[in-house]
């Protein structure tokens, strides 16, 4: 397994700022990704985050709205920029780790006003 | 296309109830993983199981087990003598090239 630990927990931020979201796993891991979650709905994946090589976005989501580093195999960020309402959700980061499990970050609950 | 459907949105009993979520999947790849994840108020995902396609070995664990049938593409998760900690929302998701295709999520109440 891994332990992934995300920063900040929540956050609450005004419309047209940017957050960074920090996501930190306790162990060398190549596949990283980010998720997003709105509220009451699945998981949609934004990208892909593979230490090494650029970021792989998924469609609907570009890299000037959701710039990502991956700088070292324990490690990624994810920026939402330009917020607005509608990118309140739960912002998570998930590893992959032996045998295929891919586990999850503890999230980070983001709120635009 | 690949699609994971759980069709119940919401699943209410009472504490001591078994209980069975369901998950039925498309897919074109003949390898693949299916995954369980538990999401409880507190929001976290909590991974519960992955089957790989040639594993159709039922697998149980406490009180909780899995039916895989790849002839129905389902792969059923039952709660035994369910408690109020197993209130959550339960996501079924299937991996193809590592990212994940998750189903809605079955919102599962226990009642005291």
């Known amino acids: 397994s891994a332990v992934i630990s995300q920063k900040p927990s929540r956050d609450i931020c005004q419309r047209g700022t940017s957050l960074t979201i920090q996501c930190q796993v306790d162990?060398?891991?190549?596949?990283m990704f980010w998720y997003r979650q709105q509220p009451g709905q699945s998981l949609t994946l934004i990208a892909t985050?593979?230490?090494?090589?650029?970021?792989?976005?998924e469609s609907g989501f570009v890299i000037d709205k959701f710039p990502i580093s991956r700088p070292n195999l324990t490690f990624s960020t994810l920026t939402v920029s330009n917020m607005s309402p509608e990118d309140s959700s739960i912002y998570l980061c998930?590893?992959?780790?032996?045998?295929?499990?891919?586990?999850f970050g503890p999230g980070t609950r983001l709120t635009v006003t | 296309a690949q699609k994971v459907t759980q069709a119940q949105t919401e699943i209410s009993v009472v504490e001591k109830e078994d209980v069975t979520l369901d998950c039925v999947y498309e897919?074109?790849?003949?390898?693949?993983?299916l995954f369980w994840y538990k999401q409880p108020p507190s929001g976290e995902l909590v991974f519960l199981i992955r089957?790989?396609?040639?594993d159709e070995q039922n697998e149980i664990s406490g009180r909780y087990s899995w039916n895989f049938q790849k002839s129905t593409s389902s792969f059923n998760f039952t709660i035994t003598a369910s408690q109020v900690v197993d209130s959550a929302v339960y996501f079924c998701?299937?991996?193809?090239?590592?990212?994940?295709?998750w189903g809605a999520g079955t919102k599962l109440i226990i009642k005291p």
């Open positions: 897919t074109r790849d003949t390898t693949y993983y």
């Open positions: 998930s590893v992959v780790v032996d045998s295929y499990e891919q586990y």
């Open positions: 089957r790989n396609s040639f």
């Open positions: 998701a299937l991996d193809s090239n590592y990212q994940l295709i």
């Open positions: 162990s060398q891991v190549t596949m």
């Open positions: 985050a593979n230490q090494g090589s650029e970021a792989t976005y």
